[in-house]
């Protein structure tokens, strides 16, 4: 059965972004730092081998991505294919439309009638595949309505000391299970179960 | 060469307490969710045996313990013995002079200039063991003051939703290098050195 997976590299201390993060300097200073386990920033692409290999083949076989809008504008909608592979949907959360611009992007769909709808389409897309789930709001969001099935974190050994938290205050306590752990030197990555 | 070790047990989204903590309720609602790994419950006692006990058996094996004042009220200064082996010093960073009930443990003793000299008489007393250090408020003034040399993460797989955070604004970015990872069903202890 195919699985919501929240996937994000976070700092020791809690961030996903770093101090400064705004619109022209999308991710804050020195954001790239969060990503090097699974980005070669010299060659501008996904790591696929090497030791954090695993864990983004496995991000790059999911069926369908869900962002939220703030994650989806600051990548560029990763340029409108975020898998790279000319195939795999985006469902994009937000109370607006889109601008303009992404109606260039067949692959990136606007959901605007909220998590439950976005999760629902992505599963459809998907099929048998993994949904990628990425940004804090949606997260939140999927947390609480209670269509989240795991978090993989990437926990990279840095604290940033300020920026974005993935996780603010939740209304309520909620349990995981450790489903794996693998390490690495440049991140922890440990994939939680969401119990209910 | 002994280091200073922060050792702290922290949910996935970052707290050490969960919410509601205050003097009536030390730690808040269901604050021993975060400890269960290391301490049993039923008996009272830390384990020292099962998944988490190397790492229990190591913090107990170190010469002293450096400990904020909220800390160690909370914890009723542990009874005057925080390792229970009636001889390891615990030295307790505050600006005010101790309740002076505290009289009554000879092996806690106050500090009240800075964590520099706190950090400096527990490493005289532990020689060529490392020091126990914990507590939130301390941990960021001994990273602040250049004298912490290790993290060690108990990372509980709970989203506690709200509480006090173990990491709050920094001034500056940390660097920091995984030693080791230990992988168990009750939480994943990931151990850094601090990068200078």
Redesign the interface.
């Known amino acids: 059965m195919s699985s919501s997976v929240l996937a994000m590299s976070m700092s020791?201390?809690?961030y996903i972004a770093?101090p400064n993060d705004n619109p022209s300097n999308p991710g804050g200073d020195?954001f790239s730092?969060l990503h090097e386990w699974g980005f070669d920033p010299d060659r501008q692409t996904f790591r696929t081998s090497g030791p954090g290999g695993e864990v983004m083949a496995e991000i790059l076989a999911t069926g369908a991505v869900v962002s939220g809008r703030r994650t989806a504008e600051q990548a560029n909608h990763w340029g409108g294919d975020h898998h790279g592979d000319g195939k795999t949907p985006a469902f994009v959360l937000s109370h607006r439309p889109p601008d303009p611009s992404v109606a260039n992007y067949p692959l990136v769909k606007y959901v605007t009638d909220g998590i439950e709808s976005a999760m629902a389409q992505a599963k459809a897309a998907a099929g048998d595949r993994n949904v990628h789930v990425i940004g804090a709001y949606t997260a939140q969001r999927a947390?609480e309505a209670g269509v989240l099935d795991e978090?993989l974190?990437h926990?990279i050994?840095?604290?940033?000391?300020?920026g974005r938290?993935?996780?603010e205050?939740?209304?309520?306590?909620?349990?995981?299970?450790?489903i794996r752990?693998i390490?690495t030197?440049d991140a922890?990555h440990?994939r939680?179960r969401i119990l209910r």
Request: aromatic share 6%.
């Open positions: 020791v201390d809690g770093a020195g730092r947390i978090v974190i926990q050994p840095v604290l940033l000391g300020g938290r993935l996780f205050v939740l209304p309520s306590r909620v349990e995981l299970e450790i752990v390490d030197p922890t440990i939680y």
